[in-house]
């Protein structure tokens, strides 16, 4: 039966232990218990109005190794004295050592008990005592801490703490009344007001359980979208929003020709270079540009010859780079490097819409998908990431209009107050690099590259004199990553990706602060 009576959990032993002393104090009490066991159960009597409680913050004194061993063995002073007082004659330095078996010990101790005036030397140089008998007040003090954990005495332990023989840390402990409703045994709560209850009168005498509006939900085991996917989704948004139409981006491999020639990048430029570029060596090349089928009504011969001439000799009012253009470097193949090789056949394919007038509609496209670059992997760098691309074809377009719309499509993403900085591209003129302010960073972050198509390439896919166009970039990772408060690239994308972190990330907000 006293088995049966010995309280099972911490909740039970509170109110036994209440019943017998009133106010309890916890570490007294529950010196093993851990503070948060203690708290919550603490918390769920204090819910039932059984128990009040408050909190005492205190200071405690906690011996050090050597704080221990003065506790046991006395301070190294009064060993020393202890030493000599058993030695008549006196003690050399190197039989007061061995006597006592620790040389730091030895000289420390010694150094004290001649400062304390406790011992002295004899005319041979031999150490013996100067009194009869001393206090061993360190001992005293570390061993009332030993046993109280603190000293009535603050300066004590102030001095015990400097002399590194304890250290003091801050512990929470409790001190516990009865409440208003306190028994021995937790009352069985009614969770829910059922019609028995209502027809029996049961309800008059039940005790319910007080609504927890804090508590969360169940976990749902359910799969989550990743933060690139969640943040492209706004990103669509924008600029479904805005009025673009979304460009067919699931052709990975382009040629040279749509990757940078009609972009009116020279042959020999860096970004083609291996070390920049991936080609695809099987198969060796492309194509010549063709029609896609029966509805293809794009113009592929005048698009060939025009790109050749405005490299070689300059066409539309250029001078162009002046060198033997090659086809077979233009039809090699590459993993495109920028998703601008898309609005590149864009809008060429816009240029075949071009009525008896010689005019085009004004179009929007965007794109947001992958590229592909041989750089070198670090923490902001990888060989693979995603770009955002819009491109606005329109008549009257102004540079003023480009940085205006900047404005009112980054203002979406939260992102105000842009800077522009002048850039190059060989493809636009004049181009900006796009700058806002990070808060989080507190500094100025590039968040994309825009500019004004070149007339050697608007021209070239077909396009009227007087259609300007607008074209931009971004990578996906960028505000994914200062949204995320992601460091790394790495931990966003590619193998070292932590499944928990795509996992407990909710769902996406660009916030407007
Ligand atoms: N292609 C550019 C880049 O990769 C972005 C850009 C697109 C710039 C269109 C101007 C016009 O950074």
Redesign the pocket.
Known sequence: AATDATPKDLTHQILYALSEAEPLLSAEAFPQAAFTDLKAALDRLGSREMVKYDTIDREEAILEAEGETIAANGSHEARVFEALRQAVEGLTVQELENTIGDKNVTKVGQSKAFKEKWISRTKDGKFKTARDSIEDVTKEQVQTIRQTRTHPDPKVIADLKKRKLIKTQKVISFKIHKGPKFALEIAKEETDLTADMIASGAWKTAAFKPYNFKALGADQNAGALHPLNKVRSEFRQIFFEMGFEEMPTSQFVESGFWNFDT?FVPQQHPARDLQDTFYISDPKAADKPRPTGPDDTRDYEEVWDNVRQVHENGKFGSIGYRYPWSPEESLRLVLR????AV?AAMLHKLAAQRGKDGRVPPARYFSIDR?FRNESVDATHLAEFH?V???IADYGLTLGGLMEFMEIFFGKMGLTDLQFKPAY?P??EP?MEIFAFHKGLNKLVEI??????RPEFLESVGLPKDLRV??????LERPTMIKYGISNIRELLGHKVDLNFIERNPAVRLDKD
């Open positions: 972009l490097t920028h998703t601008t609005s590229v770009q691309e819009g491109v591209n493809y636009t181009s994309g590259n825009s500019g004004m198509f607008y074209g931009w970039g971004l990578s």
